[in-house]
């Protein structure tokens, strides 16, 4: 058992939290939540034996065999595999009696017993369970044999992780273990944990993630560690109840509700029988249940209406695109209209990021057409981006900058107010930025890429580094935006919120994918062995086909512009009708918020009680009538292959 007793925890003089009482038990799984700053890592470092408590009591068995994530990995030519093995110390310490006995001395007996030990602790199959850990993390059989030196930052974490999990450890402590692992990798980390014997205590910023793994979670905020039964939706409907009683959030809880559900009702208007669609309605109808837990959130923040929604946006024509010579995408076809939602699947180093990267024209092609409106703004969000913050300038210096060169200047006041609304508060917004940790300057550069109004967004792994709270606040205010969206990231319920159309990067192509995140689980397991197997990917039929002519590519072109012609009525009156739907989203809930307060019922209000129940009754009906025609012309766009 790892017992709190009333531990206090410090950062200089600032009190991380205090008074935490909670134990954790034997083979239970705990998930450590916050947002960042709250004290989580200085928490496992306690229970790492490299932090004591400044008041209080931390009780736990000295002798535990616990395994954690070493942040830091030296470059050395140590092969791969062997690092891995490294982690099993048990069947390292016995090699090396083996090693010194087989040297020094010709004692048969002892050598014998020491083989016999070997083979229980597993040492015959030891090198096939690194292997197979390395696999699972996404590295090939060849990169088995390569120096640790050879990989990358992101690589030698997952080295990292493999040795952790190597270890025959009662206790696992694993600190954001799914920063640097793809999609792929994650569902195979989430089922290997699983299956874990031991005691697990995870921090992780990804809900679906902690969801099917704990069944304890210890939240820590404003400056308390509350311990909950339960996984993390679990946790939420907790604390939702718990904000329900606090009179003050109850309203704003109430008014979260109300939008939500509005946009779940508009949103199942729109969709239609694709797995896709499908799967985000349920999704949204969870987030609608999980709204009032996080409406204290420090993270309230929207989308603006883009200045301009030309349609389409974007059109990509047959290109190919790479690095050098080495063409990694070919026949790249993709067109992009206001209200898209995209997300690129695909195992890690497929080209996703590529993709992202010649859509945002930081990539040329190499063959192929692009056709961009004439009001086309991107707003392209990339880890590479948060190096370009001016680290010596503040978060206002930043964005003062970036809004005069996109010519949308604010007063100081309205910029700090912007800036407030991620988390940047006070004289905060006037210290310079090289301090700040990853998930502030992700949440800067957001913030930034929000402010210029785009009518694209471009997001590659927009989640790294962000807590919870600031993901959640990302999925709600991705519902509203009225932009396009093409999205590359790991957190499933981010993907499941905001995408209606998923695009599958494999084999140089990129293609629609039919199918939800579960077919995409389903999809990786089926392909796994033949991705292992195979060192160069086989060519496709679409590959192998014969080149198009010129003549060919002018014809489809044509055919394409006629069609576009001929549809553009259509997704003109789809899209009028849909911004109309949200005007009276909007009106319905100020007037529901309006008929919630009691006073409204009192006999000198009568009269206009009875005038808001009539304008109620109104947008009720307008409602059902600009659905109606949404549908019909939804359907006429559909049979027209639109």
């Known amino acids: 058992m790892i017992k709190f007793d009333d531990v206090t925890i410090r950062r200089g003089p600032r009190v991380l939290f205090d008074g935490a009482n909670f134990s954790i038990y034997r083979g239970e ?10 004290g989580k890592s200085s928490l496992m470092a306690m229970v790492r034996g490299e932090l004591q408590p400044d008041a209080g009591h931390f009780e736990m068995p000295s002798t535990l065999e616990i395994a954690h994530v070493s942040q830091e990995l030296d470059a050395t030519d140590q092969l791969a595999v062997d690092f891995v093995l490294d982690g099993d110390a048990a069947l390292r310490a016995i090699e090396q ?7 020094s001395s010709d004692d048969g007996t002892k050598l014998a017993n020491l083989y016999v030990q070997y083979a229980a602790s597993g040492g015959y199959d030891a090198r096939s369970r690194a292997a197979q850990l390395m696999n699972g993390l996404g590295f090939t059989t060849a990169d088995e044999s390569r120096a640790v030196r050879d990989f990358s930052g992101g690589w030698r974490v997952r080295l990292n992780v493999a040795k952790a999990l190597m270890c025959r450890s009662d206790l696992l402590l694993l600190d954001e273990p ?3 692992l793809d999609l792929d990798a994650i569902l195979w980390l989430e089922n290997w944990l699983r299956d874990y014997p031991g005691t697990l205590i995870l921090i992780a910023h990804d809900r679906e993630f902690l969801d099917r793994i704990v069944n304890r979670i210890i939240n820590l905020e404003h400056g308390k560690a509350i311990a909950y039964r339960g996984n993390y939706s679990d946790f939420e409907a907790q604390r939702s109840a718990q904000l ?15 939008h939500m559900e509005a946009f779940v009702e508009r949103f199942r208007a729109q969709a239609t029988k694709a797995r896709q669609a499908q799967s985000r309605l349920k999704a949204l109808e969870r987030m609608a249940r999980i709204a009032p837990a996080h409406v204290d959130s420090p993270f309230q923040f929207s989308f603006q209406t883009p200045l301009k929604l030309p349609r389409p946006l974007l059109a990509i024509e047959e290109q190919s695109t790479g690095y050098g010579e080495r063409v990694l995408l070919s026949k790249v076809n993709l067109t992009l209209y206001p ?4 997300a690129l699947l695909g195992r890690n180093g497929a080209g996703k990021s590529t993709l992202m990267k010649l859509l945002a024209g930081e990539l040329p092609a190499f063959s192929g057409t692009r056709t961009d409106a004439r009001d086309l703004r991107i707003g392209y969000f990339a880890q590479h981006q948060l190096e370009q913050l001016d680290v010596k300038d503040s978060p206002l210096g930043n964005l003062r900058r970036v809004a005069v060169e996109c010519g949308l200047p604010g007063t100081e006041q309205e910029l700090r107010d912007y800036l407030g609304s991620f988390g940047f508060r006070g004289d905060r917004v006037f210290e310079p930025v090289a301090p700040f940790s ?3 300057k992700a949440r800067l550069v957001l913030g930034i890429v929000a402010y210029q109004r785009p009518n694209l967004l471009l997001l590659d792994e927009p989640t790294n580094h962000l807590d919870l709270e600031m993901r959640q606040a990302l999925a709600m205010a991705l519902q509203d935006y009225e932009g396009a969206v093409v999205m590359v990231s790991h957190d499933r319920h981010l993907l499941r919120t905001v995408s209606d159309e998923f695009y599958i990067v494999h084999d140089g192509r990129a293609q629609p994918f039919d199918g939800d995140l579960d077919d995409y689980a389903s999809w990786l397991a089926s392909t796994a062995s033949a991705v292992a197997s195979a060192s160069v990917p086989a060519a496709t039929e679409a590959q192998t086909a014969a080149p198009l002519t010129a003549e060919d590519r002018k014809q489809r072109k ?13 997704r003109s009156k789809i899209e009028k009708s849909e911004k109309r739907l949200t005007q009276l989203a909007t009106q319905a809930a100020e007037l529901e918020a309006q008929l919630a307060d009691p006073a409204i019922y009192a006999e000198a209000q009568k009269k206009t009680l009875l005038a808001l129940t009539a304008r109620r009754a109104a947008i009720g009906k307008e409602t059902e009538e600009v659905e109606a025609a949404w549908m019909a012309a939804s359907e006429e766009l559909e049979q027209a292959g639109g």
């Open 438 to 440: 990853g998930g502030e």
């Open 244 to 258: 329900a009683e606090q009179a003050s959030l109850f309203t704003r809880q109430q008014r979260e509700i109300k």
């Open 339 to 342: 209200g898209d939602r995209i």
């Open 558 to 570: 044509r055919e394409d512009a006629e069609r576009r012609a001929r549809l553009a009525p259509l």
């Open 178 to 180: 799914t920063n640097h």
């Open 97 to 103: 009696r083996i090693a010194a006995v087989e040297q």
């Open 29 to 38: 799984k705990a998930g450590i939540t916050g947002e960042n700053g709250s």
